[in-house]
């Protein structure tokens, strides 16, 4: 989806007519994937990009059709291999590229409003000339839509995918805006620091949770956790949803805060759960955890040694480790 941006803004204060182009479909190595977007302005200045820059010319004059008509179009791109080396790809592609005015001010304030507080959406568009759009909460889901696409749209929200799916003879193109996933991180030291950096990379909020005010606030993060709370996990994991979209990443290294978090999220709908520790280390933590009354598949959650073996060592090696785990279970 569009990012919010402060040129976007000017434009539609400014009462410019736009369209937006966004990817649909690709075949082979098409430079940027279903759902990425492109807006054009009626004097044909640009924002975004749907394919690296190989196919924007032709998009650009056909927006600008689409604006003067108010029709959408759907149009079919092909990516030549010498085309495809300048975006760093080893040979072309195909995608499959649907043009429409831009939204209405409703469905806009609708789709950042739901970005600002953190609430996932589910946008349908029709993909014919109308390129009717409904925008639906998927947690209430008292749309008809969601009846007559059923399990396979289900599924592509919670993958965060997007794709053309259809209904009785009508195909939408879904795209997927799922809520940002949190990641909570139980510890601070320099692995968090630098593991922060790559949660925010790659689109994760952040808290951080570490009693010992030393670690919480005197850690320097380049890039800085979303929240920090100098408690003790059981006063604070209490207030969040662990969900389906929460990722805890244990580091303290201390079985005073690292038991404590796990008694309250093995038992939770979180989807990854790492500790830090060597072999023997987890090995001590499953007798624990076992003597505090946890089942064999409970504590089978838990990755630990956590993240993937990299034969990491240094403490940004193992954060790589760690959030390339936690991307690989995100997208399973």
Known sequence: MVDHSEQLEKWLASGKKLAIARVISTWRSSPRPAGSSLVVTEDGNMMGSVSGGCVEKAVVARALKVIESGRATLENYGVADEDAWEVGLSCG???????????????????????????????????????????????????????????????????????????????????????KPKMILIGSAHIASELTSLAHLYGFETVLIDPRDTFARKTHFESKPGMVHVNWPQEVLPDYALDRDTYIVILSHDPKIDDEALKLVLKSEVRY????????????????????????????????????????????????????QVIRTKNS
């Open 93 to 179: 592609g195909k995608l499959d590229v649907f043009i429409q005015p831009f939204f209405d001010s409703d469905l806009w304030s609708d789709l950042q409003a739901a970005g600002q507080n953190k609430q996932g959406r589910l946008l349908l568009t029709r993909l014919d000339e109308s390129g009717e759009n409904t925008l639906i909460d998927p947690d209430t889901a008292e749309s008809s839509f969601i009846g007559a696409l059923g399990e396979e749209s289900e599924k592509l929200y919670r993958l965060g995918k997007n794709a053309v799916i259809g209904a009785d003879d009508v195909r939408y193109f879904q795209q997927s805006l799922p809520p």
């Open 273 to 324: 759960i790492g500790a830090l520790g060597s072999k023997k280390t987890h090995v001590r933590r499953v007798g624990r955890l076992q003597d505090y009354g946890f089942s064999e598949e409970e504590i089978g959650r838990i990755k630990a040694p956590i993240g993937l073996n990299i034969n990491s060592h240094s403490a940004p090696e193992i954060a790589l480790s760690i959030i390339a």
